[in-house]
T-cell receptor, first 112, second 119 residues
Framework: DAMVIQNPRYQVTQFGKPVTLSCSQT?????MYWYQQKSSQAPKLLFH???????NEADTPDNFQSRRPNTSFCFLDIRSPGLGDAAMYLC???????????FGPGTRLLVL | AQKITQTQPGMFVQEKEAVTLDCTYD???????LFWYKQPSSGEMIFLIY??????QNATEGRYSLNFQKARKSANLVISASQLGDSAMYFC????????????????FGKGTKLTVNP
């Protein structure tokens, strides 16, 4: 089945230690998104790629970076995680901008 | 002003009964799209149903239907014959702009409604 895959499902990191979350998709979609969702809140868009074009949300901290080496993979890098970065990180894809977004299972990040 | 308002933080329903989850939205665009997602405790966001602003018929997908009242700017989700597995958070979301012209890439989410289905 075509899908959006996120690894790992749970990630524990130390305060200030860089961490990378990964997302892959077999849907061959053009757009990939990264969302941050804190407990009992709605998902918040961090950035997205349309093909190789990177689009950062204005309020996304510089601590968050992303890479998309090819159509199938997209990475979220947190350069120096703080305690406030503990959250669920959701990857989503859509065929084109504005179309239905399909989400992966998410990665729960814990910062110690 | 919030673009998506979900006024019910929590809802309870008996198994096999129908339930309506409310969603109102605010936009000045003529073209927009409305989505409902389900998020179980495992965390994944599951797409349920979509309604385009120009769609004349209410969207339906199995036990899910969207009660779209454009003049009132509401897009309520109706779940028929509730099942225990329907217990989850439900998010209403809006995309502004016309899909065919790319629209906005951004989904604006409401704060969600936690649905509990009782046996």
């Amino acid at each position: 089945d075509a899908m959006v895959i996120q690894n790992p499902r749970y990630q524990v990191t130390q305060f200030g230690k860089p961490v990378t979350l990964s997302c892959s998709q077999t849907l061959n979609h053009n757009v990939m998104y990264w969302y941050q969702q804190k407990s009992s809140q709605a998902p918040k868009l961090l950035f997205h790629y349309y093909d190789k074009d990177f689009n950062n949300e204005a309020d996304t901290p510089d601590n968050f970076q992303s890479r998309r080496p090819n159509t199938s993979f997209c990475f979220l890098d947190i350069r120096s995680p703080g305690l406030g970065d503990a959250a669920m990180y959701l990857c989503a894809t859509s065929r084109f901008q504005g179309q239905t977004q399909y989400f992966g299972p998410g990665t729960r990040l814990l910062v110690l | 002003a919030q673009k998506i308002t979900q006024t019910q933080p929590g809802m309870f329903v008996q198994e096999k009964e129908a339930v309506t989850l409310d969603c109102t939205y605010d936009t000045s665009d003529q073209s927009y799209g409305l989505f409902w997602y389900k998020q179980p405790s495992s965390g994944e966001m599951i797409f349920l149903i979509y309604q385009g602003s120009y769609d004349e018929q209410n969207a339906t997908e199995g036990r899910y239907s969207l009660n779209f009242q454009k003049a009132r700017k509401s897009a309520n989700l109706v779940i028929s014959a509730s099942q225990l597995g329907d217990s989850a958070m439900y998010f209403c979301a809006m995309r502004e702009g016309r899909e065919a012209q790319g629209g906005s890439e951004k989904l604006v989410f409401g704060k969600g409604t936690k649905l509990t289905v009782n046996p």
